[in-house]
């Protein structure tokens, strides 16, 4: 490869990388590289950061550049030596063949020729121009292409900063977004935090309350065995007197006291592991259909198209329980003291009404909605009612074999009094009622005759 040209090496470095000119107003980056000013700002246009020198890249964050007078100086004085140079008379630019100056350019060969060249036979039809104004038409041409490539680099550095923006805007957008996402996640982290030591303190409080009732619930049931025990002891003993010691004493079966064995099974039904205080059941009232029809008021607590009483004191709290003896068709169960009395009457739990209903022979259902139908090999001749106005719940149980019958979803009863609910059919319908129940309110709809 020949040797670069030392004047051509110089002129390099006195032009600008990006305009491809003798620079204009040189600036120096702080990697050492100069360029116009006018071209660094053009290249740098819309950048805030990440400002890249454009030969090496070099990355700086601040647009910093300074003033190279020293090269602004030789720049000058290099301009000044060519035009004087041009003044000078060319050298080496005659025809190799004739020794001739080349003074014109032949078009059609495309090549610089002497005069005697352009007479000889080679050329002689040849057109031909002189040798400047070929020059000078090349030059504009070039001249024309430099500024559509300028003007291209513009467009092309242009689309760079733009492009550079909007990789700015993303990262700052993904930045943001990281950000956000590992605040929301450290929110969450926390929240489960708090829910895990909030239902852990729960269960705590739960097992608590749980070992307190069970601790309760076995007193209970110690003592209910230490009085048997005791009461057996004693009946051991008078079995063994002679008969006239055993008759002068009495039997002694009158003062026993009776100990209900599914009261103390009432678990299955509360869910709570707790007995409640009283079980005994007593008070009792019967309430029947009469065949004679009676002129009573038509009071607002009376029922007038159904054949219903209520308890007249209800219930605003606690845990309650009573048990019904019924035959026929008939319903038992319990209803907000609000409940319709008038006109048609819908029993549901929807309306205010938790009961069931049994033909006293092989079925027994629940009014809900689709109704509940229980299919039993005999219906049950006592029934148990039994409410927890705190949870919500209203259970029914055999009452004589302690199994479950029905038991509602739990409701909410929002404050409001709840009274025991009788529906009387065709038979007798008869009631063992707790004794904070007390008497029926008075009077039912059509003709019935009530005792209680």
């Known amino acids: 490869m020949a040797a670069a040209?030392?004047?051509?090496?110089?002129?390099g470095e006195l032009t600008c990388s990006l305009c491809l000119d003798y620079f204009q107003d040189p600036v120096s980056l702080d990697c050492g590289h100069n360029f116009c000013q006018a071209c660094i700002n053009v290249w740098w246009d819309g950048l805030k950061t990440n400002f890249c020198c454009p030969e090496c890249r070099e990355t700086f964050s601040h647009r910093n550049f300074?003033?190279?007078?020293?090269?602004?100086?030789?720049?000058?004085?290099?301009?000044?030596?060519?035009?004087?140079?041009?003044?000078?008379?060319?050298?080496?630019?005659?025809?190799?063949?004739?020794?001739?100056?080349?003074?014109?350019?032949?078009?059609?060969?495309?090549?610089?020729?002497?005069?005697?060249?352009?007479?000889?036979?080679?050329?002689?039809?040849?057109?031909?121009?002189?040798?400047?104004?070929?020059?000078?038409?090349?030059?504009?041409?070039?001249?024309?292409?430099?500024?559509?490539?300028?003007?291209?680099?513009?467009?092309?550095?242009?689309?760079?900063?733009?492009?550079?923006?909007?990789?700015?805007?993303?990262?700052?957008?993904?930045?943001?977004?990281?950000?956000?996402?590992?605040?929301?996640?450290?929110?969450?982290?926390?929240?489960?935090?708090?829910?895990?030591?909030?239902?852990?303190?729960?269960?705590?409080?739960?097992?608590?309350?749980?070992?307190?009732?069970?601790?309760?619930?076995?007193?209970?049931?110690?003592?209910?065995?230490?009085?048997?025990?005791?009461?057996?002891?004693?009946?051991?003993?008078?079995?063994?007197?002679?008969?006239?010691?055993?008759?002068?004493?009495?039997?002694?079966?009158?003062?026993?006291?009776?100990?209900?064995?599914?009261?103390?099974?009432?678990?299955?039904?509360?869910?709570?592991?707790?007995?409640?205080?009283?079980?005994?059941?007593?008070?009792?009232?019967?309430?029947?259909?009469?065949?004679?029809?009676?002129a009573l008021p038509d009071n607002p607590e009376r029922f007038d198209t159904k054949l219903c009483v209520m308890g007249c004191e209800g219930f605003t709290s606690g845990r309650h329980c009573w048990e019904v003896e019924a035959m026929g068709l008939c319903a038992v169960g319990v209803a907000r003291e609000s409940v319709s009395r008038k006109g048609r009457i819908n029993f549901s739990s929807k309306d205010g009404v938790w009961a069931v209903e049994w033909s006293g022979e092989q079925w027994c259902r629940a009014p809900t909605s689709p109704v509940t139908s229980l299919f039993l090999i005999k219906a049950p001749s006592r029934i148990r009612v039994y409410l927890d106005y705190e949870r919500g719940k209203v259970a029914f149980i055999d009452a004589g074999k302690g199994d479950p019958i029905f038991t509602f979803p739990t409701t909410f009863f929002a404050g409001e009094r709840i009274c025991p609910f009788f529906r009387v059919g065709f038979r007798r319908l008869s009631g063992l009622f707790h004794p904070s129940l007390g008497p029926l309110k008075q009077g039912m709809s059509g003709h019935p005759s009530q005792t209680s």
Not at 5 to 11: D, G, H, R
Not at 122 to 149: G, R, S
């Open 66 to 294: 300074k003033r190279n007078r020293q090269l602004k100086n030789i720049v000058e004085a290099s301009r000044t030596l060519r035009l004087e140079s041009t003044n000078e008379p060319e050298v080496r630019r005659v025809c190799k063949k004739h020794s001739e100056v080349l003074k014109v350019f032949c078009q059609e060969d495309q090549t610089p020729i002497c005069m005697v060249c352009h007479l000889s036979r080679d050329h002689k039809d040849h057109a031909v121009v002189p040798i400047e104004e070929a020059a000078q038409e090349y030059k504009d041409q070039i001249l024309t292409h430099l500024e559509t490539l300028k003007k291209n680099r513009k467009e092309v550095l242009t689309f760079r900063s733009n492009e550079e923006k909007k990789s700015q805007e993303l990262l700052k957008k993904t930045e943001t977004e990281r950000q956000k996402i590992v605040s929301e996640f450290q929110q969450l982290r926390q929240f489960l935090e708090k829910q895990e030591r909030f239902q852990l303190a729960q269960l705590d409080e739960m097992e608590q309350d749980i070992v307190k009732k069970r601790d309760g619930y076995i007193d209970r049931l110690n003592e209910e065995i230490s009085l048997l025990n005791k009461l057996i002891y004693e009946l051991y003993k008078k079995c063994q007197l002679s008969a006239s010691e055993f008759l002068q004493t009495g039997k002694g079966s009158e003062s026993l006291p009776w100990i209900d064995p599914l009261a103390l099974s009432l678990t299955h039904l509360t869910g709570t592991g707790s007995v409640p205080d009283t079980i005994r059941l007593s008070h009792r009232a019967d309430v029947r259909r009469g065949d004679t029809g009676q």
């Open 5 to 11: 040209n030392p004047a051509q090496l110089f002129l």
